[in-house]
Structure formats: structure tokens, C-alpha cells
């Protein structure tokens, strides 16, 4: 069933789920490209989006089903972003330098997203509860991009990237849980050379974003 | 759809801005320069551009500790030199009296040095800067506020952003604080952004933060279309000779207008935002493809093309039709007192008025205090209600007009601090070129800030830029 390339990859020891989330990522980050480029939804670059998408197939991958992925996903990246806002807010008042700051932040975020887990346990949510280190690690780093975005845009851009990442990853994820595209990547390891092509015809691409379109509503009204 | 398509291609987005005019003509060392301000300071003072004087420098920690805030002066701003979109930024407007090293912000809250300080170490540690590397922080002199900007900005100073590509001044627009964007022009942050007519300099639509159309200043009615820019073909030739001296292919200048020393350039940018095609209703790609090419000699030719390709006679066309001429909001008017006394001053021109007023001060100054002296000696009822009026003048006129000269009329005045009688004089006044004889209410103007409102009554010949 599966390539020859695969099948030797899994021959040498290599998990069979490494190979498979390694050919899906230039996928994902065709995906995050071609929101920017073509949609317009910037998110928070490309690094955090891919992050997060694996973040949320890990929690799949140990929580069971695609649901969980989403709802315990959303649900950490909701706790961290929320916990991170208050805490930043909350040490304003001190006037700390930056990174001692986003320090103290990530702590508290931490903590709180432990805290978090520990009461998935106890309300029946063993879902939560098992979510492995890291993709939990991977949503508390998210906190230091939040903050700098805070910092240098303000809190209504960072809460509107943040919105736009939770929904990138959302739809990144639901593409990189599609049976039949890892089916096809086991299959056709090649074809991450198509989204390599794909990214080349986006990087060539100077037309309009479609929410520039939006943006530009009344401009185009006027011509 | 296919029509909005079409359209959409005379806009200039994010990914041609990129790919098409930012990646081949702003050459790394041309971005790093930009980005870099002490360095693009030095470059444009160097060849002749005025900039902003720099006061001090602090590169390290050790700076800090030795530097001395009593020497810095009342009133300057503390940037970083790196900083992106404004951020950053602490502009300094006077210094507390009675207090050591205490300064005061545009919003009047103090500054004291602790402040001053703990921004700078954030400075220092790259909080401002692209990718967080390590800055450098630096004082600089204030730019004054100029007197025509005066109404239009809320505790900050108006820039004029003017993209230049192959040494044509593209488009420009008139950047303004607001309330919202706290003292700083940038867009980004909430300020307003008008489109500005090439050749004329005057101020066209407007669009608030990113992408809204506004009509007037929020919160007021001051109309943002008509503002007239001084030194324009100055401030174009700034532009595009900024362009020359940094190498930037494809420039956003900043420029500003100092109520002393005229315009100075504030700052280059290399990635300059799209928002000005919507302060200037119209796409930028067809404009940046007409002058794409050109063969540009010189700085005046480059503006000189820039005016007849992208001027619209908004103004000649306004004024053919209506035989009018059009005026500003704020207007210099040169007043003709009695034995030949001349004084020029900015008027207020204000269609919410009937009449025109002036003020006591200025009356006297103009030889008009006879009146003014014999005003206050008489009789006036002190409360007059609003049907009396007309009564109450009729009786005032039979008694004191004729009793002494330039008393032309009296008449009442309603406002909300109560109801007033004024003396009328007779006003020769030159404004636009053109003579108008006005009966002008006397009024104590005070502390306004304008000494002359001039009414309707006299504006029929005029068209109001508001």
C-alpha cells in the first residue's frame, strides 16, 4: 500500500506516524502561504500557525478523535491567550523590562494551563487530562508572540491575529486530519513537491488579496 | 465579479507592493539605511535636507547612567532609532515648573526622569525594534506646530506622507492625530490620513485608521477637505530629492511642517502602507505604471511631471463654474483701521454666523476706541429677553447713533452667557484679493483665538473650503 520510500523509512526504525506528519507539513505550510497571499489572513506569520496545526494533531493523535483535537485545542489556546492578556495587564503596573516580563507571563500561563488539566481530570475530561507535553509546551510559547504582537500593535491586532491563527490552524488541521490527502501522501510521497510548486506560483502572485478587495471596497467603487 | 476584478487592478496591494516595487528598487542597504534613523538623518543633513536637530544619543546602559536630563531642554522627543510605525515614540511638550526634571506629554500627564529612563532601557533592549535586536535611543528637537495646522490636530504634529517612485511624487496625503491614535499621525494607530491634489497641495477626501471615509474631524465639524498645504512645491521637491540621497527606489517620505523653520523631513520609509490610496480615493498601480520609466531629469522636473499627470484642477474647476472664489476655514485678512493703520491677521470664516465680529482689543489697535470708550460709559439694560431685542435697539439707536462718529449701528448679541448689546463699526477689510466693506459687532473676543469671525454677510462672493 505504502511507497517504496515509505516502506523503507518504516524498515530503518522510522514510525510510521513521523513519515506521515513530515510529508503533511509542506502541506500545512502551503496552506498558511496561500492564506496569506491569496485570502489575506495574516495570523501570526507562518512558524506559530504550523506549530499549533501539529499541536492540535498531537492532542487527535492521543485524545482519540478529530473533535477532541479541535475542543481540547481551542480550549488550551483560549486558556493561554486569555491567562497571558490578564497577566500582562496585571504586571503593567510594575514596569518590568520585556523579558523578565514575558517570563513572568509564560509562568503563570503555565500554571494555569495545568491547573486547567487537572480540572479536565477531574470533571471526567480524561481527554484533557492525557494531552501530552508537547503540544502544551507549544501553546505556552505561543504567549511570547501574543505579547510582542500586544506590545508593538496593541491589544485589539493581537486579539485579531490570535483569531486568525485559531482559524488558520483550525482549517490547516482539518486538511492535515483528511484520510483520504495521508492516504495519498503515503502512496505518492512526491507530491509534497506539488505544494512546493504551488508555494513558487504564490511567491510569482501580485494580485490583490481578496480581503483587499474588502478593504479597498469604496476605492473600487469610485474607479 | 469580472468587473471588480478589472477594477481591482489599479490598486496597489500588499503582494505587488512587495514583489513588484519594494523587492527590486529598495535595495537592502537602501532598507537598512530607512530603517536606521540617526543614519538616514545624517545622509539627508548631509546633502542639504533640513531634519529635525538631534540633541543626544545613548547607545548603551552606561550611557544612561552618565547621561545628564538636566540638559535636555523643555520641550523635545525621545525615539528609537529602529522603531517601527511610530512605536516608541515619546514626544515631550514642556517641563514642570517647581519640580527637578519633571516633563510633560502632549496629554499634560508628567514625565519624570524614572519614566524617561525606564523607556530608554526598553529602547535599549529592542522592545521597539524589528525582531526585538538590541536599539539605540536618541533625543531629537520638537517640531512646532504650525498655525495652519492648528485646528485640524489633536496634540500632535500633522505630517505629509508623499510615496516617490523613479523621482515622481506619486501620491501624497496629510497625516493627523486624533484623539484615538494619542498625538502620533500614523494610520495605523488611529490617525487620519487626507488625500492631497499634486498640484494644488489641497487636501481632498479623508479616511480614518485603516479604512473608513470620514468627512470631518470626529467629535467637531471641521471639514478635512480644502486644507491648503504651505510650501508644497518645497515639500515635493524634499520628496523627491530624499529619494536621490537614500537610494530608495520606491519611497514613502515623511514630512513635516515647522511653524518657524518650514518644512523638515521627518523620516524615509522603505515599506510604505497602502491606506493612502483610500485618503486619496484612487489606486496607486496606475500611477506608479504611468511614471514607471519616465526619463526624470531633476527634482523640479520630477514634480513638475507629478503635477500634470496626477493634478486635478479641483479648484479651477470649482471656480469656473460658480464664479466664486474658494477660501479656507482660516484665512489671513488684511484690515484697513482709520488713519491708515493696516493690520494683517488670520480670520475665522464661519457660515455658522451672520455677522462679522471683531475684537475689542484689535477694534482699539485699529483706532476704533473712541467707540468702544463711549460704548461702555452709556446706559444699556443689563437682562434683555429674546423678544425685546428688536425694541430695545430701536430705542438705543434714537439716543446714540450720530452722537459719536464710527458708531455705525448697535445690535444684540444672544449667546449662552447671556444676551449683550454691541456697538456696530464700519470694517474694510481685503480678503483673497478682493475688498469687502462689513458692519462688524464689537465684541470682547479674549482669549479666543481668533480676533475676527467673519459672517456670512460677507462671505457671498466666496466658496468655503470646511
Redesign the interface.
Known amino acids: 500500500m505504502y511507497s517504496a520510500f515509505v516502506e523503507y523509512a518504516v524498515s530503518q526504525g522510522v514510525p510510521l506516524g513521523t513519515v506521515t506528519l513530515i510529508l503533511i507539513l509542506p502541506v500545512v505550510v502551503m496552506i498558511i502561504a496561500f492564506f496569506r ?1 491569496v485570502v ?1 489572513i495574516k495570523a501570526f506569520g507562518i512558524y506559530t500557525p504550523a506549530l499549533i496545526i501539529f499541536a492540535f494533531l498531537a492532542i487527535k493523535a492521543e485524545a482519540g478523535s478529530f473533535w477532541d483535537g479541535i475542543r481540547y485545542g481551542t480550549a488550551i489556546f483560549v486558556t493561554v491567550i486569555a491567562v497571558g492578556t490578564i497577566t500582562r495587564i496585571f504586571l503593567k503596573q510594575f ?1 518590568l ?3 523578565p516580563r514575558v517570563a513572568i507571563v509564560i509562568s503563570i500561563v503555565a500554571l494555569s494551563t495545568l491547573l486547567m488539566l487537572i480540572l479536565g481530570g477531574a470533571y471526567q475530561r480524561t481527554g484533557l487530562a492525557s494531552v501530552s507535553i508537547f503540544p502544551i509546551l507549544i501553546m505556552i510559547t505561543l504567549v511570547e508572540k501574543f505579547v ?1 504582537v500586544q ?4 491589544k485589539k491586532v493581537a486579539i485579531f491575529l490570535s483569531l486568525e491563527t485559531l482559524f488558520i490552524s483550525i482549517v490547516g488541521y482539518s486538511i492535515a486530519s483528511w484520510s483520504l490527502l495521508i492516504i495519498y501522501l503515503q502512496r505518492y510521497p512526491w507530491l509534497v513537491f506539488v505544494a512546493v510548486l504551488i508555494n513558487i506560483l504564490l511567491g ?6 481578496l480581503l ?2 474588502i ?2 471596497k ?3 467603487k ?2 | 465579479m469580472f468587473e ?1 476584478y478589472q ?2 487592478k ?2 496597489l ?4 507592493r512587495n ?2 516595487f519594494i523587492r527590486p528598487n529598495n535595495l537592502k542597504g537602501a532598507k537598512r539605511l530607512a530603517d536606521n534613523k540617526l543614519k538616514s538623518k545624517r545622509l539627508l543633513k548631509k546633502n542639504g535636507i533640513p531634519v529635525p536637530g538631534l540633541i543626544a544619543k545613548i547607545r548603551t546602559r552606561q550611557d544612561l547612567d552618565n547621561f545628564n536630563f538636566s540638559s535636555l531642554p523643555n520641550s523635545f522627543v525621545l525615539k528609537p532609532n529602529m522603531g ?2 511610530g ?1 516608541g515614540i515619546l514626544v515631550i511638550y514642556g517641563k514642570k515648573k517647581n519640580q527637578e526634571n519633571v516633563w510633560v506629554k502632549a496629554d499634560r500627564s508628567a514625565v519624570a526622569e524614572d519614566d524617561l529612563r ?1 523607556q530608554i ?2 529602547i535599549l ?4 525594534s524589528r525582531t ?1 535586536i538590541p536599539d539605540i535611543a536618541f533625543f531629537e528637537e520638537r517640531v512646532k506646530l504650525s498655525k495652519i495646522f492648528k485646528p485640524y490636530s489633536y496634540k500632535g504634529i500633522p505630517d505629509i506622507r508623499v510615496i516617490v517612485y523613479n523621482n515622481v511624487p506619486v501620491m501624497a496625503m496629510l497625516r493627523l492625530s486624533t484623539k484615538g491614535s494619542e498625538g502620533k499621525a500614523n494610520l ?2 488611529g490617525g487620519i490620513g487626507c488625500g492631497i491634489d499634486i498640484a494644488s497641495g489641497t487636501t481632498t477626501s479623508a479616511v480614518l485608521g ?2 473608513k ?1 470620514v468627512d470631518c474631524i470626529p467629535g467637531t465639524r471641521l471639514s478635512l477637505s480644502g486644507i491648503r498645504i504651505p510650501y508644497w512645491q518645497e515639500i515635493l521637491e524634499l520628496a523627491v530629492k530624499s529619494q536621490q540621497v537614500s537610494g530608495l527606489g520606491f519611497l514613502g517620505a515623511d514630512i513635516a511642517i515647522d511653524r518657524d523653520l518650514g518644512p523638515v523631513f521627518l523620516e524615509l520609509n522603505a515599506r510604505p502602507g ?1 491606506s493612502i ?2 485618503a486619496n ?3 496607486l498601480l496606475t500611477r506608479l505604471n504611468r511614471v514607471e520609466g519616465l526619463k526624470v531629469k531633476s527634482a523640479k522636473h520630477g514634480v513638475k511631471l507629478a503635477k500634470n499627470l496626477f493634478g486635478g484642477e479641483i479648484e479651477e474647476e470649482v471656480e469656473e463654474i460658480s464664479g466664486r472664489r474658494v477660501i479656507r476655514a482660516v484665512e489671513k485678512i488684511k484690515i484697513i483701521g482709520k488713519k491708515g493703520i493696516e493690520k494683517e491677521i488670520e480670520a475665522k470664516i464661519d457660515t455658522g454666523a451672520y455677522s462679522t465680529s471683531i475684537d475689542e482689543d484689535l477694534a482699539r489697535e485699529l483706532g476704533f476706541s473712541n467707540v468702544i470708550d463711549y460704548f461702555e460709559k452709556i446706559e444699556k439694560p443689563k437682562k434683555i429677553k429674546r423678544g425685546e431685542g428688536i425694541e430695545i435697539i430701536k430705542k438705543m439707536r434714537k439716543k446714540h447713533l450720530g452722537k459719536i462718529k464710527d458708531l455705525f449701528d448697535m445690535s444684540v448679541v444672544y449667546s449662552s452667557h447671556g444676551n449683550t448689546i454691541r456697538p456696530k463699526i464700519k470694517l474694510k477689510y481685503i480678503m483673497d484679493k478682493e475688498k469687502i466693506i462689513s458692519k462688524a459687532n464689537v465684541v470682547a473676543r479674549g482669549d479666543l483665538e481668533y480676533p475676527v469671525i467673519v459672517g456670512r454677510r460677507d462671505l457671498k462672493k466666496f466658496l468655503i473650503e470646511v
Open positions: 497571499q489575506g514596569r523590562l520585556y523579558l510582542a506590545i508593538e500593535k496593541g510569482k502572485w501580485t494580485g490583490l488579496r483587499e478587495f478593504r479597498f469604496k476605492l473600487i469610485n474607479v | 471588480i477594477k481591482g489599479t490598486i496591494g500588499m503582494n505587488s514583489l513588484r517601527l510605525g512605536e525606564n532601557r526598553n533592549d529592542g522592545s521597539f526585538n495605523q494607530l485603516k479604512s471615509m497602502l490610496q483610500i480615493t484612487e489606486g
